[in-house]
Structures are given as C-alpha cells and as structure tokens.
C-alpha cells in the first residue's frame, strides 16, 4: 500500500530545532531534502480512524487492531516516512555531486530546502495594549504548497475487509498535519492506494460485516518429528535496516532515548520467536513442542548482530587498545597490557572494528555505524496541542545499514528453523517499529561449521556479548577471580588471567508481557579483555574447554546471546590503526531526478547574479555626483522606472512602456517623430537609454561568461528562452533602480 498527502498550504513539519534566524526548522535529510516523520503520520491516522469510528457509532476494536495500544500490542500495520517522489535517486546525484564538487553552491542542505520551504514569521500581541509583545516575534519555515510525499504502509499479516475499510476512510478523513493548522496552516490532501477498497461506500459496507478472527493452532511437532542431538553448526543471518533503528538503552535523561551500536541477541531472538508464532498461527505458542524446544528449552543460541561491511563482521573492539591522543605521536595505537597508559595520554579506542594480521603488524579496521537523532512530542487529540510538556528525542540507528550475527544449533533444528521462517523475511525491531522506526528485513546466509579457533598462549579473551557470572549464592559477580573460576571449571585445568582490561555495564530488558522491566543484571561489557594462560593441567583439557567456551558462551542466559567470547592476535605493538569509511559512487552521474530542483535553484542563482551584477553596473561609474547616473537619474524617474518593470510581462511589454517616455507627433511629410520628454532626456544624459533598449542583451552577455556556465549548461537552462532573459533582465534593471533610489535617500536627496 502507498499513502501519499498533498499540501495545499504552508504546512510546518517543526524538527524541534532551530538555526539562524529560523527559530522552528523543518524536518529535513542531511542533504537537505524534506520529509513527514512516520510518527507523526501515524498519529494522525489514528486520531482520525478514532473520529471516524465515533462518527460511525462503531467499537475501537478495528483501532486497536491497525495500530495497536501503547505498551501492550503492537498493531498489523507499518508506516514509513512520507518522501518525496524519486527522493533516494534524487540524494544519490546530490551525494554524488557533493563529493565530486560539481554544481558547487547548488547541493548544500540549505539551498536544497529553501527550494521546497519558505519562511513565516508570527508575533503575540498583548489583549490590553494591542500592541506585539516584546521577544515574541519567532520565525519558522514552512513547506510550500503543491508538495507531494508518499511512503510505504505494510501489514504484518493480511488486513479484515474491516480493517481495510477503516483504513482507508481514517487517510481520506486526515485534512490537516503539522503545527498552527488551526490557524490556516497544515492543510493537505491525502490518498491511499493499493488497498482494495473502492470508494466510501464500499468501505461502508465492509465496515457493517461482522468476520471471525479465530485461527486454529497448528501441531508442527506431527510433521516436523522429534528432536535429535547432533553435531552443532551455525546458521548466519543478516539484518538490513530500510528504516532508522531504536534499539533502546538506559543513560538517565527521561527526554532522550539513546540507542546502542548493535543487536542484542535478546532483540534478535524476540524476532525470531515472533516469527515462528505467526507464520505457525500459535495461540498457545508455549504448548507446541516446536517453539517450546528452540526457543523456551534454549536449543537456538541467537548471537547479537554486529555491523557488516563487504562481507566482514566488525566485533566490538578490545578495551586494551587505546587511541593515543597526541596528535604528533610516532603511532596511533597503544596496547595498555604492553605499555603503561600513564606514560602517554589516550583512551579506549572502542567502538566495532575487525582485526588482521598484515606486512607490517597488525591492523585494526574501525568502522563507524550512522546515528541520527530525531524530536517528538505528544499531541492531545481534544486540545490540539500537547498538555503535559512531553517532549522527547530518540537516537537511531540510520537506514540503510547492514548486522550479521550467528545463531548456533543441530543442523536439523537449523534446518527447521529455515523451513519454517523462509530465507528472507520483513522484521520490525525496537522501540515505535510500528511507524518511522524498526522495519528491516531479515535474510538468512547457509549453514556451516563452526571454524576452529588458532589457541596459542598467551591467549587474549575479548567480551563479544556482556558476559553475566553468578557466585555459589546465586547473586551477580563480576570479579575477575570469579571469571577465573568459572574458566577452570570447564577447563578442567588451574587458570592465570595475568591481565585485564575490564568494563562493567547494567542491564535488564523490558517484558512486554508483564508490562514491566525484568530483573537488573550486572557483567563484564562487551570489549573488556584478558590475558589468559594456563598454570597447571593438561593441555589437551584447556584447549577442548576454551574451544567450548568460544562455542556455547560463558555464564548465564547464554541461549539469549550473553557470554558470548573470541580469541584475537595478541600482539598489538606494531598495530595500525584505518578507519572502514562509506565508499563514494564514482559512477558518472548526469542530473536526471534531480534535475528539476538544480535547475529552480540555478535560476535562482542567477536571478541573484543578475541582480548583483546591476548593482555593480551603477557603482562602475564612481560615487555621487561624478556618476552619471546618479545626477541625472532622480528618485521619481527610478521609481517610474520600477514601476514599468513590475507591471512588465514580457520585453516587448516593457519596451511598450519605456516607449511612453517620447512625444510622439507627425511632421508635414506624414512620418512619426518620436521626441524625447524629460524623463527621456535623463536617461540619454546618464547614457543609460540604449542598454534600457537593449534590455536583456547586457545581463545575458555577462551570464554566458560567468564561471558558472558550465553548470548551466549541464543542467539544460536555454538562456535563449525570452522568459528566460526577461527574468534575468528584469532582476538586474531593477536592482540597478532600487539601489539609485537607496543612495539617493542615503544622502538626503529626494
């Protein structure tokens, strides 16, 4: 389905930010383009489908089910940012032109949004003084009329002819969006298509049916057989975000929701359990053996998902490597279990990288994952505005950005697993994944064996997923000696750990079942590392145990994705440090999607040339009175002046009216003699009549030599166009006449 909205006037989308002299700015892409926040959409969707359902007297069931209820149920439907049209083509060109330094001017965000907005100031005024109060004038920019978004509405399972009904009349019933709509701004057209719906009295109709909802549970253990050991592969998936991510953690500011770097296996586990109980129909999903063993019993151990680059996994990065902060250092990297960090000034690399051996030593790769971070609030449907100052900002994780991770079983339950959820699947993760947020898809790579670690002592343990350790009393312990324990207990062999570089983090995890966090827990953080050697055993013991360890997990709620550990190169004192930055598209790119928007703001470019270049025009001859042009052209004759230009519509017309400056007789012989009046007069004194006749000959000469030409060529402006030149003609005269009647005023004259 496509839901597309129409503006039909100055509509203010506010980003809860300002910048200038702009007090409330728009939402808008980092290149500029704009765009209606999926949460906001989603609001009023469902503020109408609730006017709509109490204008029809029906029950608020259909709402609950489209869109859910707010910590409780997530509804079938999911809305994403309405976009203009062509807007991923149309910011590749602009990327590219950006990086390659073509139509330089034209691409930055500032232009790009002018282009679709404009700006509208508004004041307060005082009931008994009648006058503006003081520091209440606040300016905003707004879209301009005749903008057309759209965006994708999908369902997670088929919609009821009911809900479809609904639906469709809560979008035809959304008039207004944005702020200030009760003061004449906001007002849109909306549609939806793709619905199967024709029409409101179809939807009428279907809205007056009752249908039965009720959905037997299948028994997938009578066709899928019983469980079975086996050997134990791993099946990688990958997650590629089509929308911003918001997978939630806790940094003490109520109005600000950060976001982590990664996918917790809990995350990705919650995903997949969700995906068996709809595509098996499970009402009672505890009661069926299938979903009771991989995911209750904990036969499926779900990694977290990292960030993937080309085909590379970036692990988070151990905590013993430390970005040294002088930038005049000999080296970029510090290993603190080599080097006293106190020697020198650094800090934790941190962050995800991927760790190689090459020529040199060895190289760490550090890659970056995009993060954006976007303001809502509340809105109060019976008000209008939002009443208990509820104003948030949520960090995301951009669009566009890919996580790989492992989940690790019995090839036959891996296999099963496959079978039932299908290799690629749409997912919807994290915090408002039912609109704007959450809606990646999940693809599923082959099954394979889990590679042999290389364990050569000294062995360094690095964190991959927290790592939670409880004592003999069943109580959080994140000791290094109790970590030791835990390793010789399935080593079977007496353990050193000679170094550490440890971070410990506090989590628990929201259960949406009980409405209520469950159990805080405390462990070792992802990154934190440790030398490990044995003291005394048997070789053969430590390695099977450590191979263990690196295969199953350390600790507790291992079948989760916590304790997860892996063994890298110890040997850090040659390590070079790059940096995993985007790859350009060095792809030729002509204009094509974007054309229409640089082509507008060219012109706009050169209207402004044009103007710039009348300016200069009348200061080429000096100042006061030694210009001409400023002692023969008075106030009056420049505002006459003016005044032809603004009531001009084409050369022609203008020359009509410059032509009212001559008297004009017939002599003896029956011919026409045109005579100059004194308005006339001055302008062939000041040696300006001819370029006035001219009209656009001077500024197009001048254009054509510009710097920018090239530019103008490219993008296709016909400077031969008479609409053209009369454009750019009329900017640069009147610019030229303003500023006369300016420095005229400047020194007193009339």
């Known amino acids: ?108 965000k500032e232009k790009i949004l002018s282009h679709f907005s404009d700006t509208r100031q508004n004041t307060s005024i005082d009931l008994q003084t009648e006058v503006a109060k003081e520091h209440t004038l606040r300016t905003f920019r707004v879209l301009k009329p005749g903008i057309v978004f759209e965006a994708a509405i999908e369902a997670d399972s088929p919609l009821t002819e009911a809900e479809k009904a609904l639906f469709h009349l809560a979008c035809l019933n959304v008039r207004r969006i944005g702020l200030k709509r009760n003061r004449g701004f906001g007002k849109v057209k909306a549609a939806i298509k793709g619905i199967d719906v024709n029409g409101i009295d179809q939807a009428l109709e279907f809205l007056k049916k009752t249908y039965s909802t009720e959905k037997p549970t299948k028994r997938v253990y009578e066709t899928l057989g019983t469980f079975k050991s086996g050997k134990i592969m791993r099946l990688k998936y990958a997650i590629k975000t089509d929308s911003p991510l918001v997978i939630s953690k806790k940094n003490g500011d109520q109005s600000m929701i950060d976001s982590l770097e990664m996918l917790p296996g809990t995350t990705v586990r919650g995903i997949i359990a969700d995906r068996i109980i709809r595509s098996l129909d499970l009402a009672e999903a505890h009661n069926d053996e299938l979903f009771f063993e991989l995911i209750l019993n904990g036969r499926l151990r779900v990694e977290p998902a990292f960030p993937e680059k080309d085909g590379e996994i970036y692990y988070p990065t151990p905590m013993n490597i430390h970005k040294i902060k002088d930038d005049n250092a000999s080296k970029d990297l510090l290993d603190i279990f080599e080097e006293p960090s106190g020697m020198v000034k650094s800090k934790p690399l941190g962050g995800f990288s991927m760790i190689t051996d090459g020529d040199d030593g060895t190289i760490i790769t550090a890659i970056s994952v995009s993060k954006d971070v976007q303001f809502h609030n509340t809105r109060d449907r019976e008000t209008g505005h939002n009443v208990d100052g509820s104003l948030f900002y949520y960090e995301s994780l951009e669009a566009g950005q890919e996580f790989s991770g492992f989940i690790v079983s019995t090839e036959d339950d891996l296999r099963v697993l496959q079978e039932v959820l299908g290799n690629e699947f749409r997912v919807s993760i994290g915090k408002s994944s039912s609109s704007q947020y959450g809606n990646a898809r999940l693809v599923f790579g082959e099954i394979e064996g889990i590679p042999e670690p290389e364990l050569e002592e000294p062995i360094l343990l690095v964190v991959t997923s927290p790592v939670i350790l409880h004592n003999d009393f069943g109580f959080p312990d994140t000791s290094v000696d109790r970590l030791c324990h835990e390793i010789e207990q399935l080593t079977k062999c007496k353990i050193d750990i000679e170094r550490a570089a440890v971070n410990i983090e506090y989590f628990d995890n929201y259960v949406r079942v009980w409405k209520m966090n469950n159990e805080r827990e405390i462990a070792f953080a992802p ?7 044995k003291a005394s055993g048997d070789d053969v013991d430590f390695f099977i145990g450590l191979k263990k360890i690196l295969r199953d997990g350390l600790g507790e709620r291992v079948a989760e994705g916590f304790g997860k550990l892996r063994i890298v190169s110890s040997d850090f004192s040659e390590a070079i ?12 790119l002509a204009p094509e999607y974007s054309l229409c928007i640089l082509k507008e703001i060219m012109l706009e470019e050169m209207s402004l040339f044009a103007a710039h270049r009348g300016f200069l025009k009348l200061n080429s001859l000096g100042k006061g ?49 045109r005579t100059p009046k004194k308005a006339a007069n001055s302008l062939e004194k000041a040696g300006i009549m001819n370029d006035l006749k001219a009209f656009d000959k001077p500024v197009i000469n001048e254009i054509r030599q510009w710097e920018r030409a090239r530019d103008i060529d490219m993008l296709k402006i016909d400077l031969d166009s008479e609409e053209t030149k009369f454009d750019l003609a009329k900017s640069y005269w009147t610019s030229f006449f303003r500023f006369i009647r300016i420095l005229h005023k400047k020194d007193g004259g009339d």
């Open 577 to 588: 440090l790059r940096e995993n930055k985007e790859d350009l598209d060095s792809t030729p």
């Open 527 to 533: 990154g934190s590392s440790f030398i490990v050697s």
């Open 1 to 108: 389905m496509r839901f597309e909205i129409t503006t039909l006037s100055y509509t203010a989308i506010s980003s809860g930010e300002g910048a200038g002299i702009i007090d409330t700015e728009l939402v808008a892409h980092t290149d500029g383009l704009p765009y209606i926040p999926a949460k906001r959409i989603k609001g009023v969707l469902l503020e109408s489908a609730t006017e709509v359902t109490e204008m029809l007297g029906i029950e608020g069931d259909l709402v609950e089910s489209l869109f859910g209820v707010a910590g409780t149920s997530k509804g079938k439907v999911w809305i994403g940012n309405l976009e203009i049209e062509n807007c991923e083509e149309i910011s590749r060109e602009l990327k590219y032109f950006k990086s390659n330094e073509l139509f330089r001017g034209l691409t930055n």
């Open 625 to 673: 009175k030694a210009n001409p042009y400023l002692s023969h052209i008075k106030n009056h004759l420049a505002g006459r002046i003016l005044y032809f230009l603004s009531k001009a519509n084409s050369k022609k017309d203008f020359l009509e009216k410059l032509d009212q400056l001559y008297a004009k007789k017939i002599d003896n012989s029956s011919k026409e003699v």
